[in-house]
């Protein structure tokens, strides 16, 4: 075999493609934890509904943050598009099925997201974070615009649904919903996952790392760069259908600029560019702003902006980046004699 042939390099690229693509064990902790809240936390599903609806919103900024270097300030767009089409879809025109509203969520947020990245991802830097956050305020306006369709600020209160599958009903404590909203992140996850394990993955890893060396390799960014926003964009508009169908309602505040910050703030708690991350710092984010809302209602996002502030002082790869140095730390002292 000549020492130039590309074909061992190949083969051990490929074999390391697939044992990342292997679950590990501690990967299933977060499911653990979450179908543990289930039996021991009964009264609290609504609260739970909504931590594993904002997890799915910060896994899929994660996906266009955190592994293709996306940086936005307009993510709420694709979360409130998602949430009204099956809002209006309701309160309109009458469609209650609740896993069709979440396909045709995906799909009209997905293609929202193609045709605004098809043109804002031509641009970087501050431009981008400009240019996102002024989409997701037009798409507030064109809402508040036509308040007659979209209810205005007042929104779209009291949506029925059909039951889950036409069996399971909605029970006053929000079981059938935090199973539903549980079943449709775990596909959502993994879907994400075989993502950034895949070869596509590793190339928006690439372009987040050094896009002009991409663009000297021949890569197609754009299409790349557009494509993943596509999906997150999809991702996002899943999980804010969602959000409507466990609330019973939704009105603009979904496309508010404190929603896309807030999410970003998840993420960066949690750690980017580590799927789980998003699931972290999701957690710990409601959690606080339950218990700190609960101890001063004036006040508590003082004690979420103290701990975004240590977080990026101390612990800048996130809680995820905390626990991989302490896991280093620890087995280099083992490992010494």
Same mark, same amino acid.
Request: charged share 15%.
């Given at each position: 075999?000549?020492?130039?042939?590309?074909t061992? =390099?190949?083969?051990? &690229?490929?074999?390391y493609?697939?044992?990342?693509?292997?679950?590990?064990?501690?990967?299933?902790?977060?499911?653990?934890i &979450?179908?543990?809240?289930?039996f021991?936390?009964?009264?609290r =599903?609504?609260?739970?509904?909504?931590?594993?609806?904002?997890?799915?919103?910060?896994?899929?900024l994660?996906?266009?943050?955190?592994?293709?270097?996306?940086?936005t300030l307009?993510?709420?767009?694709?979360?409130?598009?998602?949430?009204?089409?099956?809002?209006?879809?309701?309160?309109r025109?009458g469609?209650?099925?609740?896993? #069709?509203?979440?396909?045709?969520?995906?799909?009209?947020?997905?293609?929202?997201?193609?045709?605004?990245?098809?043109f804002?991802?031509?641009?970087?830097?501050?431009?981008?974070l =400009?240019?996102?956050?002024?989409?997701?305020i037009?798409?507030?306006?064109?809402?508040n615009?036509? #308040?007659?369709?979209s209810g205005?600020?007042?929104?779209?209160?009291?949506?029925?649904?059909?039951?889950?599958?036409?069996k399971?009903?909605y029970?006053?404590?929000?079981h059938?919903?935090y199973?539903y909203?549980?079943?449709?992140?775990?596909v =959502?996850?993994y879907?994400?996952?075989?993502?950034t394990?895949?070869?596509?993955?590793?190339a928006?890893t690439?372009?987040?790392?050094?896009?002009?060396?991409?663009?000297?390799?021949? #890569?197609?960014?754009?299409?790349r760069?557009?494509?993943?926003?596509t999906?997150?964009a999809?991702?996002?508009?899943?999980?804010?259908?969602?959000?409507?169908q466990?609330n019973?309602?939704?009105t603009?505040?979904?496309f508010?600029?404190?929603?896309s910050?807030?999410?970003m703030?998840?993420?960066?708690?949690?750690?980017?560019?580590?799927?789980?991350g998003?699931?972290?710092?999701?957690a710990?984010?409601?959690?606080?702003?339950?218990?700190? #809302?609960?101890?001063?209602p004036?006040?508590?996002?003082f004690?979420?902006?103290l701990?975004?502030?240590?977080?990026?002082?101390?612990?800048?790869?996130?809680?995820?980046?905390?626990?991989?140095?302490?896991s280093?730390y620890?087995?280099?002292?083992?490992?010494?004699?």
């Amino acid at each position: 075999m000549a020492a130039s042939d590309p074909t061992p =390099m190949r083969e051990r &690229a490929a074999e390391y493609l697939l044992r990342r693509h292997r679950f590990r064990a501690y990967e299933a902790l977060p499911w653990l934890i &979450a179908i543990a809240a289930f039996f021991v936390f009964p009264d609290r =599903m609504t609260f739970g509904s909504q931590v594993l609806i904002m997890i799915m919103f910060a896994l899929s900024l994660d996906l266009i943050l955190g592994y293709a270097g996306i940086v936005t300030l307009g993510h709420a767009a694709f979360f409130g598009v998602g949430a009204y089409v099956v809002g209006l879809g309701a309160a309109r025109l009458g469609y209650t099925e609740p896993i #069709s509203g979440l396909v045709a969520a995906a799909l009209i947020s997905a293609l929202v997201g193609f045709i605004t990245g098809w043109f804002l991802l031509r641009y970087r830097g501050l431009t981008l974070l =400009m240019l996102t956050l002024a989409t997701a305020i037009m798409f507030q306006e064109a809402g508040n615009l036509r #308040s007659d369709i979209s209810g205005g600020y007042d929104g779209l209160p009291g949506l029925v649904f059909q039951p889950l599958l036409g069996k399971f009903e909605y029970d006053l404590y929000g079981h059938t919903n935090y199973v539903y909203a549980l079943v449709v992140l775990a596909v =959502m996850f993994y879907f994400v996952r075989r993502i950034t394990y895949s070869p596509f993955g590793q190339a928006l890893t690439g372009i987040r790392e050094n896009v002009r060396r991409m663009h000297a390799i021949g #890569s197609p960014v754009h299409l790349r760069l557009v494509t993943v926003y596509t999906i997150a964009a999809g991702i996002a508009g899943v999980a804010g259908a969602l959000f409507t169908q466990t609330n019973a309602y939704v009105t603009l505040t979904v496309f508010d600029f404190e929603n896309s910050a807030k999410v970003m703030v998840m993420l960066i708690l949690g750690g980017t560019g580590r799927l789980y991350g998003a699931f972290a710092g999701a957690a710990v984010y409601m959690l606080l702003e339950d218990h700190l #809302s609960k101890l001063s209602p004036t006040f508590w996002q003082f004690g979420i902006g103290l701990l975004l502030v240590l977080a990026v002082l101390f612990a800048r790869r996130g809680i995820l980046g905390l626990f991989e140095d302490a896991s280093a730390y620890i087995a280099k002292k083992r490992s010494k004699p």
